[in-house]
T-cell receptor, first 114, second 109 residues
Framework: GAGVSQTPSNKVTEKGKYVELRCDPI?????LYWYRQSLGQGPEFLIY????????DSGLPNDRFFAVRPEGSVSTLKIQRTERGDSAVYLC????????????FGQGTRLTVV | RKEVEQDPGPFNVPEGATVAFNCTYS??????FFWYRQDCRKEPKLLMS???SGNEDGRFTAQLNRASQYISLLIRDSKLSDSATYLC??????????FGAGTQVVVTP
């Protein structure tokens, strides 16, 4: 399909391990967002890309979290030394330009750290 | 203080009734405003944009009050299928989307 694709859909990892979460945005969308959502909460902003560069990474909780978008399309969210508190649904969204346009979400990656 | 605040609810609404709820935002420089809908264990989807003059989309009416920094959503003639969490979304001048925690609506037969 032509929607936002996130892989894997589910990821179980052991505490202390490294994980990568992938997002394929809608083709041509320049803006890409990462959020994480815990049960009963709204999506919490992590990072926002315009093209290849991070326009705003103020939501990354600490230096264990890092995201890249090297060619301005696919993005990878990387989490080092995972902790149980990192367990959440990680949502990716893309939009044509950012400010005034609708953002389309992927179905998310459910990360469980055991 | 959170940048976007919503009453979490739940709002229990009889089928056919009207329900309304608000969202407040703290950044007076916010550029654009949206309501998203999220069903249980699903991703958020755009319900409607919110314009300064207010706007309707079928049974849904959204209003923006920039002076008081709040937006509202009203649902008329509620359907069972309207049961969901409604997320208020505000963007800044850079396009960053900030979400509220959501308002849960439960429509009962």
């Amino acid at each position: 399909g032509a929607g936002v694709s996130q892989t894997p859909s589910n990821k179980v990892t052991e505490k202390g391990k490294y994980v990568e979460l992938r997002c394929d945005p809608i083709s041509g969308h320049t803006a890409l967002y990462w959020y994480r959502q815990s049960l009963g909460q709204g999506p919490e902003f992590l990072i926002y890309f315009q093209g290849t560069g991070a326009a705003d990474d103020s939501g990354l909780p600490n230096d264990r979290f890092f995201a890249v978008r090297p060619e301005g399309s696919v993005s990878t969210l990387k989490i080092q030394r995972t902790e149980r508190g990192d367990s959440a649904v990680y949502l990716c969204a893309s939009s044509p330009s950012g400010t005034y346009t609708e953002a389309f979400f992927g179905q998310g990656t459910r990360l469980t750290v055991v | 203080r959170k940048e976007v605040e919503q009453d979490p609810g739940p709002f229990n609404v009889p089928e056919g009734a009207t329900v309304a709820f608000n969202c407040t935002y703290s950044n007076s420089a916010s550029q654009s405003f949206f309501w998203y809908r999220q069903d249980c264990r699903k991703e958020p989807k755009l319900l409607m944009s919110v314009y300064s003059s207010g706007n309707e989309d079928g049974r849904f009416t959204a209003q923006l009050n920039r002076a008081s920094q709040y937006i509202s959503l009203l649902i008329r003639d509620s359907k069972l299928s309207d049961s969901a969490t409604y997320l208020c979304v505000v963007t800044d001048s850079w396009g960053k989307l900030q979400f509220g925690a959501g308002t849960q609506v439960v429509v009962t037969p």
